[in-house]
């Protein structure tokens, strides 16, 4: 009998990408508490938020658990800034391996710091984007009219972007986690052919009826079959 993963979240995916696949560096976007960033272990790690929720001291604290966090970077600014000011400088001629989008939970936010880290990705580079699957339609609005519990805005559009705008990406879905986008320069298995008009246009509603379509909605398991590595 096949097992079947219960649970998968992003940590599970980075740590098992980081690990098998030998990976040497890692960008997040939208840190926070630092509640996975800071058990990444990488030795060339960069952090990016205009509002850390954390002090000096929880980051020396956390360089004492993992060594790791000894060499973090941190970049206290939103990610358009970090992509103008910093990200030439500091990821140079190294493409990055492995990103974490987790930033501003709308479309044109999260599709811009895809857009930039692609620009920074190695050929056999992986970014995961968080919060593409809302489950709720109090989930999916607008940061402005959010009024409390989950927010995962409409990155759900992000990936109807990406899978009707980039022939050059394959992207999908782990249906974990509150989503869990794929993006990899590979050949997309499917594609979509709306106009990003098309998508603003569209509304919580839509996306409930076509959820597995649109999103190319994977089962956890199919994250080791696609990178080909071990539970
Ligand atoms: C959901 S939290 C990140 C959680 C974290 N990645 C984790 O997995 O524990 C979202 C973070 O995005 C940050 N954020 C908001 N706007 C941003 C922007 N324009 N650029 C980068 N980060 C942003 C917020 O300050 C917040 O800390």
């Known amino acids: 009998?096949?097992?079947?993963?219960t649970t998968l979240n992003r940590l599970d995916v980075i740590e098992s990408l980081m690990r098998q696949k030998k990976l040497k560096n890692y960008l997040e976007i939208g840190v926070a508490n630092g509640h996975i960033f800071f058990r990444v272990k990488s030795p060339f790690k960069l952090a990016v938020d205009p509002a850390f929720s954390f002090d000096r001291l929880r980051r020396i604290g956390k360089a004492l658990i993992n060594p790791a966090n000894l060499a973090n970077q941190y970049f206290e600014k939103t990610s358009d800034a970090f992509f103008a000011e910093d990200a030439d400088r500091v990821i140079g001629k190294k493409p990055l391996q492995l990103a974490l989008i987790d930033g501003m939970h709308e479309y044109q936010f999260a599709l811009r710091d895809v857009e930039n880290t692609l620009?920074?990705?190695?050929?056999?580079?992986?970014?995961?984007?968080?919060?593409?699957?809302?489950?709720?339609?109090?989930a999916?609005?607008?940061y402005?009219?959010?009024?409390?519990?989950?927010?995962?805005g409409d990155v759900w559009k992000t990936i109807l972007h990406l899978r009707s705008q980039r022939p050059d990406l394959?992207?999908?879905?782990?249906?974990?986690?509150?989503?869990?986008?794929?993006v990899t320069r590979r050949k997309p298995?499917?594609?979509?052919?709306?106009?990003?008009?098309?998508i603003d246009a569209l509304s919580y509603d839509d996306l409930a009826k076509n959820r597995a379509h649109w999103l190319n909605l994977k089962s956890p398991e199919y994250f080791y079959t696609y990178f080909g590595v071990e539970k």
């Open 119 to 138: 620009r920074y990705l190695s050929d056999d580079g992986v970014i995961i984007l968080h919060d593409c699957n809302p489950l709720t339609p109090g």
């Open 170 to 182: 394959n992207v999908f879905v782990l249906d974990t986690d509150q989503g869990l986008g794929i």
């Open 189 to 198: 298995e499917t594609v979509l052919n709306f106009t990003p008009a098309q």
């Open 144 to 152: 402005d009219e959010w009024v409390e519990g989950q927010w995962n």
């Open 1 to 5: 009998m096949t097992e079947t993963v």
């Open 140 to 142: 999916a609005v607008p």
